[in-house]
C-alpha cells in the first residue's frame, strides 16, 4: 500500500495562494492517478482535480483557470497549486493515489485544511 502525506494547508485570504503536496511512499505512486478532493463541513467530499500517470489532467468547473495540479515522479510528489482562492475554497483537502488494473491500490492521505477568509 502507498502512503500518503499531504502538505501545504494553511489560512489566506481572498485572492490568495497555496500549494499543496501530496507526498507518496512508493515509487508504485508514479503509475497511479492521483486526485486531489476536498471536503467542507456538512458538505460531501468534492473531487478537485486529477492527474493521471502520463500527465493528462482534469478540473472541476469552478476551479478551472485558478488551480494547477502536477506531478514530479521523480521525487513521487502531486501539487496542487492554488491561486485566487476564494472563501468557498475552504476544506480540508485530502490526495488519492488509485493503482492501474495490473497493480490495484487505493490510498488516502490524512488530509490538509485551506481556510481563506473574506
Known amino acids: 500500500q502507498v502512503r500518503l502525506v499531504e502538505s501545504g494547508g494553511g489560512l489566506v485570504q481572498t485572492g490568495g495562494s497555496l500549494r499543496l503536496s501530496c507526498a507518496a511512499s512508493?515509487?508504485?505512486?508514479?503509475?497511479?492517478?492521483v486526485g486531489w478532493y476536498r471536503q467542507a463541513p456538512g458538505k460531501q467530499r468534492e473531487l478537485v482535480a486529477t492527474i493521471s500517470s502520463d500527465g493528462s489532467t482534469d478540473y472541476v468547473d469552478s476551479v478551472k483557470g485558478r488551480f494547477t495540479i502536477s506531478r514530479d515522479n521523480t521525487k513521487n510528489t502531486v501539487d496542487l497549486q492554488m491561486t485566487s482562492l476564494k472563501p468557498e475554497d475552504t476544506a480540508v483537502y485530502y490526495c488519492n493515489a488509485r493503482g492501474p488494473y495490473y497493480r490495484p491500490f487505493n490510498s488516502w492521505g490524512q488530509g490538509t485544511q485551506v481556510t481563506v477568509s473574506s
Open positions: 512508493a515509487s508504485t505512486f508514479t503509475i497511479s492517478i
